[in-house]
């Protein structure tokens, strides 16, 4: 695979069609990380209730893959419980780095990113919201 069939035609449109997430005023979580070896930056907020996600909020800062993995993020996570999110995490490390299938269901789109496999540098800006939102459950202590 060639670095520029990379960045398909449906990743950038995503990540072009991203909506702005605002960030939230006394989240329950809140979580920042940046990719050392490209520089983007994800952070987020995370209001929790009945035990699931009920506002998110972001400041993404990222090349396109991390820009679609937050875009794909923001429109399915509301809802979302902790145990799901950290499922979806975890497909998605086991998609990159050990040919794991992608999620699925309403988390369909990130097969979309399956492509960044054969390009380990790439993985931790595609994974940094996930890392993000990660550690926000963890600060919520959920």
């Known amino acids: 695979m060639e670095f520029s069939d990379l960045y398909s035609s449906r990743i950038l449109e995503i990540a072009g069609a991203a909506r702005q ?20 930056a994800v952070e987020v907020d ?5 035990g699931k996600v009920v506002a998110y ?18 429109e399915q996570i509301v809802g979302s419980t902790p145990v ?7 497909a998605m490390v086991a998609m990159l780095k050990s040919d794991g299938k992608p999620p699925d269901g309403r988390w369909d789109d990130l097969k979309y990113l399956e492509p960044v496999r054969a390009f380990p540098a790439r993985h931790a800006s595609t994974l940094l919201v996930f890392e993000a939102i990660n550690e926000a459950l963890e600060r919520a202590g959920v």
Not at 84 to 90: F, G, K, N, S
């Open 21 to 40: 997430m605002p960030r939230l005023e006394a989240p329950h979580g809140t979580a920042r990380k940046v990719s050392r070896v490209c520089g983007s």
């Open 46 to 50: 995370l209001k929790l209730e009945g």
């Open 57 to 74: 909020g972001a400041d993404v800062n990222a090349c396109a893959l991390g820009q679609t993995s937050a875009a794909i993020v923001a």
């Open 84 to 90: 799901e999110l950290r499922r979806v995490r975890e």
